[in-house]
């Protein structure tokens, strides 16, 4: 059974800069997760949406998430009956829905959860990321049971990062992708 790579844009999606959308440009086989509302995202509906991403896969999965999508597959995972076949998850920049800079369109995500995840997890963090401290972040993957890598400063670790196809970020992902 082949490993689907599932790419789950943040808040307003990916632009053609953001590594996320270069990754799926170096590989077409890598899916991205469409939202109904990428400007007005509601948590139910969001997890939602993964859940019928995963299910529609029809293989094992590797999750690669940017921001908001990283609190979705939190949620997601509290709920989920398709955890097994979740190989790893990439959880980059996430966010702090708790801050005064979370945007106020975003809907259902003001509380986060701290169970661990039931797969292998990395989160992935900034040091001067504006929407969430350092602190959060390493307490956010202390609870998920991920390990934490942490980048430097990068900003949201988006296409304003300068990462180009970040392959720093791809190599994260080889060994769930075998």
Request: aromatic share 8%; proline share 5%.
């Amino acid at each position: 059974m082949q490993t689907r790579v599932l790419i789950l844009p943040g808040y307003g999606d990916s632009d053609a800069q953001h590594w996320q959308s270069r990754w799926q440009q170096l590989h077409p086989d890598f899916i991205r997760v469409q939202q109904s509302d990428w400007l007005n995202p509601e948590c139910a509906t969001w997890v939602q949406g993964l859940e019928d991403a995963v299910r529609a896969a029809d293989s094992n999965v590797v999750l690669v998430a940017h921001s908001l999508s990283c609190l979705v597959i939190a949620h997601w995972a509290q709920r989920t009956q398709l955890g097994a076949r979740v190989r790893g998850a990439l959880l980059v920049a996430v966010p702090d829905s708790c801050s005064a800079v979370f945007p106020d369109t975003i809907k259902g995500f003001a509380h986060t959860p701290s169970q661990p995840l039931s797969f292998p997890s990395i989160v992935v963090a900034s040091s001067d990321d504006p929407y969430a401290s350092l602190h959060y972040t390493q307490d956010r993957a202390a609870e998920w049971g991920s390990r934490l890598v942490v980048i430097g400063d990068h900003g949201h670790i988006n296409g304003d990062s300068g990462l180009g196809g970040w392959e720093q970020g791809q190599a994260l992902i080889a060994s769930w992708r075998k």
